[in-house]
């Protein structure tokens, strides 16, 4: 099946500082990425789409300013949690959507656990 | 808002059991519903999806029957194994401009007793 990788996966910063997590298809064109939010024993909520080339779609409720996302080409999209606080602890998971085989099914990445101290 | 409502919340079944997970979608424009299975510490991982024009899919021991009338779908696992213990998500999705727009339910947690 279609792989798609996160790096990295786990990362510990200080208040204040801002983090930087990528996702990549690795062998498919991820026409567009999602990224998620999982808290401990909780769904995945949807922070943002993605598509290459264009801004993303944040969802209601998630500061665009404090999650910049990027998808600069086909097969990699990152997620900057800027100014990281100890509430944006948490798991990021993001997942790709593409062309053939990837197409109408989203594949996720494995996921970045991030703790703020 | 569009919401997937997703019940039992928890199910616990010996091995052997079926489990039968239940969600229900308010968006009338959903036309695919994944479900996805995650096992503790893991990724998210597709187990069986259905489309809007099929009403049931079988794969081995799961199946997934889809009623877009009453806006409610169901996963079935039959014969489980210890290892069908995992949390188990269902979505219902749609296309728009951009990509799809997938609304999670809130898991269950499937414990099979051996």
């Known amino acids: 099946g279609a792989v798609v990788s996160q790096h990295p996966s786990w990362v510990i910063c200080k208040s204040g500082t801002s983090v930087k997590i990528e996702c990549r298809s690795l062998d498919f064109q991820a026409t567009t990425m999602f990224w998620y939010r999982q808290f401990p024993k909780q769904s995945l909520m949807l922070m943002a789409t993605s598509n290459e080339g264009s801004k993303a779609t944040y969802e209601q409720g998630v500061e665009k300013d404090k999650f910049l996302i990027n998808h600069a080409s086909l097969t990699l999209s990152t997620l900057t949690v800027t100014s990281a606080h100890p509430e944006d602890s948490s798991f990021y998971i993001c997942s790709a959507e593409g062309s053939g085989r990837a197409k109408d099914t989203q594949y996720f990445g494995p996921g970045t656990r991030l703790t703020v101290l | 808002g569009e919401n997937v409502e997703q019940h039992p919340s928890t199910l616990s079944v010996q091995e052997g059991d079926s489990a039968v997970i239940k969600c229900t979608y308010s968006?009338?424009?959903?036309?695919?519903f994944p479900w996805y299975k995650q096992e503790l510490g893991k990724r998210p991982q597709l187990i069986i999806d259905i489309r809007s024009n099929v009403g049931e899919k079988k794969d081995q021991r799961i199946a997934v029957t889809l009623n877009k009338t009453a806006k409610h779908f169901s996963l079935h696992i039959t014969e489980t194994q210890p290892e069908d213990s995992a949390v188990y998500f269902c979505?219902?999705?749609?296309?728009?401009?951009?990509?799809?727009?997938?609304?999670f339910g809130a898991g269950t947690r499937l414990f099979v007793k051996a």
């Open positions: 979505a219902a999705s749609r296309g728009q401009t951009g990509g799809f727009k997938t609304i």
């Open positions: 968006d009338s424009a959903s036309n695919y």
